[in-house]
């Protein structure tokens, strides 16, 4: 028997529990690694801006808005999804704009890929309930969304499985870390040893109707905000979201909610009579490339900066990151801005 | 140029919202080679100072911050945010912005001429949104402004100048008024053509900051407002009805 097989399997320890800091450690559990994980918060819940996600696998809509490399670590996270979260709904992503908007819909064309257009009767062939309303969509069939919640419980569970245990209510530095690896997952709260990080306030609300039903993520496009509409089962959507640079992490604006809401009844006025379940804010962490980081230094490897895209990038980061403990070799800064 | 004692060489003044990423504001900012930058305080901040980290990122681009009341819909909103803005920013600076209308985003001249009075009156150098009107115009410098800023098009719509008649009107009465266009540029050539029109300055945020390659088309405008800038000093012609050949006829074969 070789000596590397009987060898004691390497420690790691990741700090944060939302979807970067579940996805890291799940990844390096099936590498085989003793992982432990910790999180200051009390459980799972919103006091992770993962909480409040929209959950839409969505790399080529999201290219609209963002650098090639989210279209590109996306697209290889969606099979991760699908094999480890098996209520992950793969029926693409449907896009469209109010007629006197329909210029939106043109542009939103000219930068994404993977579409194809819709015409009216098309439209009500994949949403009946959206019959007549649009003259004209866009359709990304390869894209999926999933519900946030139900996915990092999945995570937990599977952790579990593997014997891995997270220690809620336990704030950790990287530096007082045992173990022979740290992933410091910890989004804002990690801020400290990455300065540039910001927070951009984001807010959504949590609806239901029980007259509309949709089977896919739905985009209305607007030029002031265009909004999305996750179906997450049972007539419940979640409707989101701002953008704004602000860190304020008080309740919803009045603003805010007009919009969102507003952008809702235009998408289908039986959302007029929907009740409003929840409203959530909370803050994406970003860095000022509005791109995603994964970096080391010694024994600590971190893993930030997701901004809009937590649920989409966190698999490819976390494949990235594990590489990256796992091979000495590689660089000190693994993703960054150039890499696309 | 000067506005209020400032003399500037860069006749481009660039907005701060909506780029995809503050790395891409910054680049776009250098291309279009602008000496002063917008920035919103009531969308982006909230209470508390909430921006403060985006802000003290647009502090350190070294360029003049102009700070605005986007997003205020009456007097007193405006001018509660035009003392937050001086107390952040410490400058006296404020454009001035009283919204009117919901769908156009067109400025309430009423209530812009009132906050101008009143901010002037306190101290600040007011930069007012305003459409071509020059009754609204003669009352804005009556309240003190020494810079106006017309509409070109409503906020964000990319059309261009609406009123060219207006417009130039509006140079042809205040020759001595620094005059720069506020809003709805959507194309380079939108902005030569106003510094045809003898426009002291344009104002651009959304045809850059949503174009693909943001940076890329802030140098472009950068360009468009110098050609256009020189082309005015140049005495461009005016329209004629009748064809001038630029080659004279004489000594040309006649054929019988």
Known sequence: ????????????????????????????????????????????????????????????????????????????????????????????????????????????AQRTERYRWLNETEIASLEPDLAGRFRKGLHFPGEAHLDPRLALAELVERLAALGVAIRFDTELEPAAARGDLVFDCRGLGGRIDMPALRGVRGEMALIRSRSLSLSRPVRLLHPRLPIYLVPRGEGVFMLGATMLESEARGPVSVRSMLDLLGAAFTLHPALGEAEILELGADLRPALPDNLPRVERTGRVVRVNGLFRHGFLLAPALAQIAAGAALDPHLGTELIHANSA | MEFYGVTLSSRLLLGTARYPSPKILEAAVRASRAEIVTVSLRREGGDQRAGQTFWSFIGEL???????????????????????????????????????????????????????????????????????????????????????????????????????????????????????????????????????????????????????????????????????????????????????????????????
Request: charged content about 20%.
């Open chain 2, 62 to 256: 070294g360029v003049r911050v102009l700070p605005n009341t986007a997003g205020c819909h009456s007097v007193k909103e405006a001018v509660t945010t035009a003392h937050m803005a001086r107390e952040l920013f410490g400058t006296t600076w404020i454009k001035l912005e009283v919204i009117g209308e919901a769908d156009t985003l067109q400025p309430d001249v009423f209530g812009l001429v009132e906050a101008a009075r009143i901010l002037s009156e306190d101290g600040f150098e007011v930069f007012p949104y305003t459409t071509e009107d020059l009754v609204v115009a003669e009352r804005l410098l009556e309240a003190g402004c020494r810079v106006l800023m017309p509409w070109g098009a409503p906020i964000g719509s990319a059309r261009g100048l609406n009123n060219l008649f207006g417009l130039r009107a509006m140079r042809a009465h205040f020759p001595d008024v620094p005059l720069v266009i506020d809003a709805g540029l959507g194309v380079p050539s939108h902005a030569a053509a106003a510094m045809e029109m003898g426009y002291d300055a344009v104002l651009l945020n959304t045809a850059v900051a949503e174009a693909g390659d943001p940076v890329r088309m802030a140098e472009a405008f950068a360009l468009a407002v110098d050609a256009g800038r020189l082309a005015h000093t140049a005495s461009p012609l005016e329209p004629r009805d009748m064809a001038a050949p630029s080659t004279p006829v004489l000594g040309k074969a006649v054929l019988a």
């Open chain 1, 1 to 108: 028997m070789s000596r590397s097989i009987s060898r004691a399997p390497l420690r790691a320890t990741v700090i944060g529990a939302g979807v970067a800091g579940l996805t890291t450690a799940l990844t390096l559990a099936e590498r085989g690694l003793a992982v432990e994980v910790f999180d200051r918060n009390a459980g799972l819940g919103p006091g992770s801006c993962s909480w409040h996600a929209g959950g839409m696998l969505a790399p080529w809509c999201e290219m609209a808005s963002s650098e090639a490399v989210v279209g590109r670590l996306g697209a290889q996270s969606i099979d991760w999804w699908r094999e480890r979260f098996p209520a992950t709904v793969s029926k693409g992503t449907l896009v469209v704009a109010p007629g006197r908007d329909l210029a939106e819909l043109d542009r939103f």
